[in-house]
């Protein structure tokens, strides 16, 4: 809906849309059907559109969390503790953005719960924080489309998507992507991702 698009959307509730239609396309296959490579990607980003919720704190930033991923390859998750070593940078407020069964592995001594199952007041606020860092899950796509900048935090041999050997993304510009070197090693992912957060805190406290 909040897409700058003439296409209609329609629900489909018994597997076909209510309508007569000429094309059937999966998902999956829309790249190819709308000619979508690396060469040549989204066409606009953003490409969802929302208004932020206003966290005003100066000097402070805003950073966005989620660690766990589905449960259908847990290779993708960050186990809570590495992630919550984060918490060692100072000047930043962390933001839970983590839903589901790892929402239960949160203790309030490591940022605010901020997160919602409602997709567009999640979009909400998560376009209002200076930074997302997240496992590989729905958190990064959505921050990817509203085009806020993404830290995306993947294991050594993560989804075809994000391709081999790349900090970047065709996909989302705003993204940047931290890898394992080493299956299952999360502490230098962390420390790279701390270090670099440290930096990110530095420059934007001068302008504060």
């Known amino acids: 809906q909040t897409m700058e698009s003439s296409a209609e959307f329609l629900p489909i509730s018994d597997g076909?849309?209510?309508v007569e239609y000429d094309i059937d396309a999966e998902l999956m296959e829309l790249p190819y059907?709308?000619?979508i490579n690396i060469n040549n990607p989204i066409i606009e980003i953003p490409y969802l559109r929302v208004?932020?919720?206003e966290y005003i704190e100066r000097g402070r930033l805003k950073a966005g969390i989620?660690?766990?991923?589905?449960?259908?390859?847990?290779?993708?998750?960050?186990p809570y503790?590495?992630?919550k070593l984060l918490n060692k940078v100072e000047g930043v407020d962390f933001h839970i953005l983590?839903?589901?069964k790892g929402l239960s592995e949160w203790t309030d001594n490591f940022g605010f719960l901020s997160g919602s199952e409602d997709i567009y007041e999640a979009a909400e606020i998560v376009k209002s924080l200076d930074v997302v860092i997240t496992?590989?899950?729905?958190?990064a796509h959505l921050a990817g489309a509203l085009g806020v900048r993404v830290w995306l935090l993947l294991c050594d041999d993560p989804d075809w998507r994000w391709f081999e050997n790349r900090s970047d993304s065709p996909w989302y510009p705003t993204m940047r992507i931290f890898r394992q070197k080493k299956a299952g090693e999360w502490d230098k992912v962390i420390a790279e991702v701390a270090q670099e957060l440290s930096i990110m805190q530095k420059k934007a406290s001068k302008f504060c």
């Open 33 to 35: 059907v709308l000619r």
């Open 16 to 18: 076909s849309p209510p």
């Open 98 to 100: 983590q839903k589901g």
């Open 66 to 78: 989620a660690w766990k991923s589905g449960d259908w390859d847990a290779r993708r998750s960050i």
């Open 135 to 139: 496992a590989d899950t729905m958190i």
């Open 81 to 83: 503790e590495k992630m």
């Open 51 to 53: 208004k932020a919720r």
